[in-house]
Nanobody
Framework: EVQLEESGGGLVQVGSSLRLSCAAS????????MNWVRQAPGKGLEWVST????????NYADSVKGRFTMSRDNAKNRVYLQMSSLEPEDTAVYYC?????????RGQGTQVTVSS
């Protein structure tokens, strides 16, 4: 059974940084690209980032490009999202999901709230 567990969310101020983590189990993590998606209050799911299976390449939504960095550790079956220069518009529940489909199978999410 595919299991994804996100952590690291919280309440932060504008301009702060935060690092999200996602622990994966129940599948061969090393061969799947992984995504981060988010859902802001009252809105639909928004794709944020995807990292390839080897962790050598990631791409990003325009809204987070230059501020967020996605990475993975295949030895630990984990993906990360380093977020900096956070803005109120980044307030959302953040989910990691298994690729290549988007949004794909995802976890329960972790709440990120950015206060101004």
């Amino acid at each position: 059974e595919v299991q994804l567990e996100e952590s690291g969310g919280g309440l932060v101020q504008v301009g702060s940084s935060l690092r999200l983590s996602c622990a994966a189990s129940g599948f061969d993590f090393r061969i799947f690209p992984m995504n981060w998606v988010r859902q802001a209050p009252g809105k639909g799911l928004e794709w944020v980032s995807t990292v390839n299976a080897l962790g050598t390449f990631a791409n990003y939504a325009d809204s987070v490009k230059g501020r967020f960095t996605m990475s993975r550790d295949n030895a630990k079956n984990r993906v990360y999202l380093q977020m900096s220069s956070l803005e109120p518009e980044d307030t959302a529940v953040y989910y990691c999901s298994r690729g290549p489909s988007i949004p794909g199978i995802r976890g329960q999410g972790t709440q990120v709230t950015v206060s101004s």
